[in-house]
């Protein structure tokens, strides 16, 4: 089994005021995650960032290089952030192991040549979340627990938005170029995420979203702030966030979302807040 991937093209914000339902989702609508016995990305030209799951069964699965890379392997010129959504499993980087629990994560620095994936059991198989970035300089690899991550709580029940925001991924946890991640749940009684909106135009973003009941959902709204649209989503679907867009969302039950994202710098307050009652 080959590592897959698809490719998606940046889009201007002034072409995707035309589009209809299926064409948005068709461009920032992620919906081929989490596949058993599969490796599979997405490779979007928003700062060349990729956005894949690896779910291993009963046998290994191994990281090999795509044709877009045009690289003798995978992590020749990028870096690798892992969060494991799934049950216990083990990610083998140049011959070391890494056992991954349920939401404990793994940065990969540039240069490693061996990443394979395993589950330590396969009828209750781990699922990797995968976030992939260029990079300019080689750091070492290193597991994040979920003692390790750096907790931020925000919003207020009052605003339906009380959430608590972990940093995995930051360059206050672990060294790295200019890949981030980390995940932000819900508290109960609350559904909306990243509310106030904002934008970073410095950055681009993708938002996976998990732990969504199946017969429930999650409203993401993407787009200007003048200008905004709307993406309906399902447990284990993804979403791109140019970095013109705004990326909030809001669910009609309690759910979690990972955010990972790429660009300018590494400044996790870089960001330009949107007024809610001018929100168009």
Not at 240 to 249: F, K, L
């Amino acid at each position: 089994m080959k590592t897959t991937y698809e490719v998606r093209y940046a889009a201007s914000p002034n072409d995707v005021k035309s589009y209809d339902t299926q064409k948005l989702r068709d461009e920032f609508l992620i919906d081929s995650l989490m596949k058993p016995d599969t490796i599979h990305f997405v490779y979007t030209h928003y700062d060349r960032y990729m956005a894949g799951s690896a779910v291993p069964t009963s046998t290994p699965l191994k990281l090999e290089t795509v044709d877009a890379l045009k690289s003798e392997f995978f992590l020749e010129r990028r870096e690798l952030g892992i969060i494991n959504v799934g049950e216990q499993g083990t990610v083998s980087v140049d011959g070391t192991d890494y056992v991954l629990n349920h939401k404990e994560a793994l940065y990969i620095g540039q240069g490693n040549k061996e990443v394979t994936f395993s589950s330590t059991s396969a009828n209750k198989p781990a699922k990797f979340y995968l976030n992939s970035t260029p990079a300019h300089k080689a750091f070492p690899t290193k597991k994040i627990g979920t003692d390790d991550v750096e907790v931020i709580e925000l919003g207020a029940p009052e605003t339906a938005n009380a959430r608590t925001l972990r940093k995995y991924i930051v360059n206050t946890v672990v060294d790295v170029c200019q890949l981030q991640m980390g995940m932000t749940t819900l508290k109960p009684g609350s559904s909306w995420n990243t509310m106030p909106a904002h934008v970073h135009d410095r950055r681009m973003e993708v938002y996976f979203y998990f732990e969504v009941p199946e017969d429930q959902a999650v409203c993401h709204f993407m787009g200007q702030p003048h200008e905004t649209r709307h993406i309906w989503m399902a447990n284990d679907q993804a979403v791109i966030s140019p970095p013109w867009s705004i990326h909030s969302g809001s669910g009609t039950s309690s759910y979690t979302f990972i955010w990972g994202m790429a660009g300018e710098n590494l400044d996790y307050g870089d960001m330009d807040h949107c007024k809610i009652n001018e929100l168009r």
